[in-house]
């Protein structure tokens, strides 16, 4: 069974990181349980391996930090649900890429319980909505924004980092930073979406979804 833990305070981003390679490591030597971490951080912006510096638009409006998982830069702050998962992929077939569309399947189906259809783009990381609620964009096209980002590391086929699905974050944050390195699209959250949505009800459905993704953990 995996164990559930949630974080009421704000989570100092490095003592994350630290519990989770810690954990990871347990989980290995099979001296630990698979782990599902709800957490918040203080504002900050994270630096994927695949990060361009350029990206980094105003590097001193909050903290920045190198980290090891997938993916570009990103933010983090209140408001925001950061999901930390630590399960053993070896064990499931070793299948990173289907492990990674499992995660992205899981936010989707968190967002249906709010009526919001969350989609994957092609060569985009994350998951994105369209926003037909906005003006057409410049090309036309209808405007689309992303509310989840995805980035994980493997350790000894553990997985740890994770999900980050924005609920009420202050969307004016990620101005400092090109979200994921795409330029073009914007950032939303379910407040954003005019959902009336706490971080309770999405840890709720968080919870029950989980079930339907990866039933042998249920």
């Known amino acids: 069974m ?37 957490v918040e951080h203080p504002p900050l912006y994270s630096a994927g391996t695949s990060a361009k510096i350029e990206d980094l638009t105003d590097p001193t409006r909050f903290p920045v930090f190198e980290t090891r998982r997938g993916g570009q830069y990103t933010y983090h702050g209140p408001g ?30 968190t967002l249906k319980s709010f009526t919001v259809s969350g989609e994957i783009k092609e060569g985009r990381v994350g998951v994105w909505v369209e926003r037909h609620d906005n003006p057409l964009s410049s090309t036309g096209d209808v405007r689309e924004d992303k509310i989840a980002a995805i980035g ?28 994921c390195g795409i330029q073009q699209h ?28 990866f039933p042998d953990l249920a």
């Open 80 to 109: 925001q649900r950061v999901v930390y998962v630590m399960l053993d992929v070896g064990k499931r077939g070793r299948d990173v890429r289907r492990f990674v569309q499992d995660l992205e399947s899981w936010v989707i189906e």
């Open 152 to 179: 994980i590391r493997l350790r000894k086929w553990i997985s740890f980092h994770g999900i980050s699905i924005n609920v009420d974050p202050n969307l004016a944050h990620f101005s400092g930073i090109v979200p």
């Open 2 to 38: 995996v164990e559930w833990i949630t974080s009421n305070e704000l989570v100092d981003f490095r003592e994350a990181e630290a519990w989770m390679e810690e954990r990871a490591s347990l989980i290995a030597a099979n001296r630990a349980d698979e782990c599902i971490w709800l």
């Open 186 to 213: 914007g950032v939303t959250s379910l407040v954003d979406l005019g959902l009336p949505v706490a971080m309770e009800d999405v840890d709720i459905a968080l919870k029950k979804q989980f079930a339907s993704i």
